[in-house]
């Protein structure tokens, strides 16, 4: 009988904490946030590429997040890789701006494409005594 009732338990908290932004711990005492981001056309490989993202929770810019940027790179017909190129700090505006001033030249070899980008935040501390979900947005790096 008591084996039953620890299975239940393991259940319900499973279940709990993915009312919340995520299934890790704590989860649920943390603010949905969003990342925005637009496709972005490359038609110079050497001039400087910039990223953006904009953050925000409830529709509220998030001043002084960390956002890691990753460009994915692959072999035609193949999957993709992210490698992580850089990362930016959100401004008062909610606006984070990555610039690589190499532009996308060596990010990939002769045999491989660019095709995407992504940008990720991933909470380590509080932001202004708030506790922030993790977020990811992805959209299209078109080169050429």
Known sequence: MAVSKRVVVAALVAVSGLAGCGTEPGSRSRTVTTLSIQD??????????????TMTAGGR????????????????GEQTVGRRVGEAA????????YVREDGVDGL?????????????YNPINKIDDVRYCRSRADARLTVG
């Open 61 to 76: 810019a998030i001043r002084g997040a960390e956002l890691a940027f990753f460009i994915a790179v692959g072999r035609t």
């Open 108 to 120: 990939a070899f002769s045999d491989e494409r660019v095709d995407r980008y992504s940008v990720e």
């Open 90 to 97: 959100t401004g008062d505006d909610g606006v984070a701006r």
């Open 40 to 53: 972005v056309r490359v038609t110079d490989p050497l001039a400087p590429l910039t990223l953006t993202a």
